[in-house]
Nanobody, 118 residues
Framework: QVQLVESGGGSVQVGGSLKLSCVGS????????MGWFRQVPGKEREAVAS????????YYADSVKGRFTISQDEEQSKVYLQMNSLKKEDTAMYYC???????????WGQGTQVTVSS
């Protein structure tokens, strides 16, 4: 059974930083893509960043390039999202997700709230 548990959300001022963590279980790390998504009420969930387990390839949404960094610790089955220079528009519920490559579907964590205020 796939399980994802996020942590690290919270409230921060504009320009501040937060680091989200997600620990996964129930799947083979190197066969999966790991991603961070975010959603605000009334809007569609959007992809923020992703990587392939055990590989160097990463993806970033244009809105976070240069500010966010996704990374992984394969031994601990963790994926991280370091968020710097946070803006108000980064306020959202952030979800960790995983997808077995070529198979699917996406599995989701419970989400962690990030609130950026001035």
């Amino acid at each position: 059974q796939v399980q994802l548990v996020e942590s690290g959300g919270g409230s921060v001022q504009v320009g501040g930083s937060l680091k989200l963590s997600c620990v996964g279980s129930g799947f083979t790390w190197r066969k999966n893509c790991m991603g961070w998504f975010r959603q605000v009420p009334g809007k569609e969930r959007e992809a923020v960043a992703s990587l392939q387990g055990g590989r160097e390839y990463t993806y970033y949404a244009d809105s976070v390039k240069g500010r966010f960094t996704i990374s992984q610790d394969e031994e601990q089955s963790k994926v991280y999202l370091q968020m710097n220079s946070l803006k108000k528009e980064d306020t959202a519920m952030y979800y960790c997700a995983t997808l077995t490559l070529l198979v699917g579907p996406w599995y989701w964590g419970q989400g962690t709230q990030v609130t950026v205020s001035s």
